[in-house]
């Protein structure tokens, strides 16, 4: 049986000290790209939600993908292709905008 033990701080650093930063980058961009999206409905800000089906769907991305959902409505988005998962209830969209 395999048993797990982590590592000290120091040693981890240790390991990856002169190796390039090949994550912030893809980071940077897709949280560019979370910042511009609005719900489609009310045009609130939408948080970021993970679904183990889709954070690692695209093999050519090394960081997992989120999906975004309004708070208000629950409009539920895939900010890469554009496809709305889930329509949330337009009902709530009507009552904040009042």
């Known amino acids: 049986m ?3 033990k982590e590592m000290k701080t120091e040693d981890a650093f240790a390991a990856i000290e002169g190796l390039k930063d090949v994550l912030s980058e893809e ?3 897709f949280e560019s790209l979370y910042r511009s999206k609005r719900c489609h409905r009310c045009h609130s800000e939408l948080t970021k939600e993970f ?3 889709h954070a690692f769907s ?3 991305s090394m960081i997992g993908r989120a999906l ?3 708070s208000i409505c629950g409009y ?3 900010p ?3 496809l709305v998962l889930e329509v949330g209830d337009p009902s ?4 904040a905008a009042k």
Do not use: E, H, V
């Open 2 to 4: 395999t048993i797990f």
């Open 80 to 82: 890469f292709s554009g």
């Open 68 to 70: 975004l959902r309004c």
């Open 92 to 95: 709530k969209a009507q009552a």
């Open 51 to 53: 679904s183990g089906a």
């Open 76 to 78: 539920l988005m895939d």
């Open 27 to 29: 980071s940077d961009k």
């Open 58 to 60: 695209d093999s050519n």
